[in-house]
């Protein structure tokens, strides 16, 4: 080999070992014996699908230069256990984040899935980062119903003794989870009083705006519910979004993380954001000028509606920080967020009731005390608020 050959060989070889090394994250590991165990890779294997719906009973809103349409097509991917033995498993409908698409939760699913869930995320069709006519917020309220139409579609195919799905989703054990603009679809499609879809079992929020939901919101249903959020959040500010949660929701738990951002729980953000002293600085900067563009930096979202339990949510402004302090790690923040969404569904869909209470155990007590950065308040039958 010629040297100028050795020497561009050499140089590829840095280029890639560069390129491989910007792209895979470090993968933090838990402290302590139980969460190292819980976090060992599920045995199941796991097999992606590209999967697409499409409503025709429901339209999609003209927005800006987008002219609307008569359907609402949501497209994203269904992740399923490639082991049939165990089946049937629990379900997990993931909602994406404003301004984001489904592969935001890929990292959650390829956790959950192996371990024994069906999981399945889509792009909703004008809140996701490439809506025709651009992201708008307000179309958050029909998200909802695409929740409920995507579980109609899969339980049709579970029931198609044809379809590569029979017999893999358990109807009675059907839980949703979402980040951010996700985390309040996530909430809606529970507990909305108009809005909610009864065959929602449990539901986990993963910071998700809530500050326009008094305690009466969440009266139509007791379902577990739990919110994941961070303390340093910029974007959903902490203090009146997660905060009240347990004193407003019973049967409820809200996991606190320390120092954790909004942008770190998007699955992109371990790999985009891993140096980035504080995540929510970029995210705030998107954040606002989509906002600002389409008129909605101040307006609040949810009108003040005492049937319903929504209250006025003006205190809840996002990007009001003047500073960004440092934040937790995007990677370890997801590896805790990975456990916690696991112990919690766990606690609420394991068969073994045995298994139910442990994981519960885990979730209010070890995780916490084997991972310093965790704070955990419980209130309903659980313990007291």
């Known amino acids: 080999m010629r040297p100028w050959m050795k020497v561009m060989l050499v140089v590829l070889v840095v280029l890639a070992g560069a390129a491989w090394y910007v792209m ?26 590209e999967f697409e719906v499409v409503d025709r ?23 399923y256990p490639a082991d049939r033995g165990e089946a049937p498993y629990p379900l997990l409908v993931y909602s994406h984040g404003f301004m984001s698409q489904h592969s935001e939760g890929a990292y959650l699913a390829e956790f959950m899935v192996p371990k024994g869930y069906v999981m ?69 499609v529970a507990f909305h009083g108009d809005l909610r879809d009864p065959r929602i079992k449990a539901a986990a929020a993963i910071a998700g705006p809530s500050a326009a939901f008094g305690p009466g919101f969440y009266r139509t249903t007791n379902i577990p519910f739990m919110m994941v959020a961070g303390d340093a959040d ?39 954001f891993r140096w980035v002293n504080n995540p929510d600085e970029l995210g705030c900067e998107g954040l606002m000028s989509n906002l600002r563009q389409g008129g909605e930096a101040r307006e609040p979202l949810f009108a003040a509606n005492e049937r319903l339990g929504i209250v ?9 920080a003047e500073t960004f302090p440092r934040a937790m790690r995007p990677a370890r923040q997801q590896m805790l ?14 068969r073994d009731a045995a298994v139910r209470a442990l994981m519960h155990d885990y979730l209010v007590s070890s995780l916490p005390a084997e991972n310093p950065a965790v704070g955990i308040r419980v209130s309903g039958p659980a313990g007291a608020e």
């Open 234 to 272: 910029a974007i959903v500010p902490y203090a009146a979004n997660a905060a009240p949660i347990p004193g407003k929701v019973d049967n409820s738990v809200l996991v606190t993380l320390a120092d954790a951002s909004h942008t770190g729980f998007a699955g992109i953000a371990a790999v985009l």
């Open 312 to 320: 006025d949510d003006s205190r809840s402004a996002p990007c009001q």
């Open 120 to 188: 399945v995320s889509v792009d909703y069709p004008l809140t996701n980062f490439s809506a025709p006519g651009g992201p708008n917020l307000r179309d958050v309220t029909n998200q909802p119903g695409d929740v409920a139409f995507v579980i109609d579609r899969l339980l049709a195919r579970n029931a198609d003794a044809g379809d590569e799905l029979a017999g893999m989703i358990d109807p009675g054990r059907i839980g949703v989870t979402g980040l951010s603009l996700g985390g309040l679809t996530t909430i809606l």
């Open 24 to 49: 895979t994250p470090p993968s933090p590991a838990p402290s302590g014996e139980n969460s190292t165990a819980l976090y060992r890779d599920g045995k199941l294997g796991i097999k992606e699908r």
């Open 337 to 350: 967020t990975r456990l916690a969404i696991y112990s919690f569904f766990e606690s609420v869909f394991a």
């Open 57 to 79: 009973s429901r339209p999609t809103a003209r927005n800006g230069d987008f002219p609307g349409s008569p359907e609402r097509k949501l497209a994203g991917s269904l992740w």
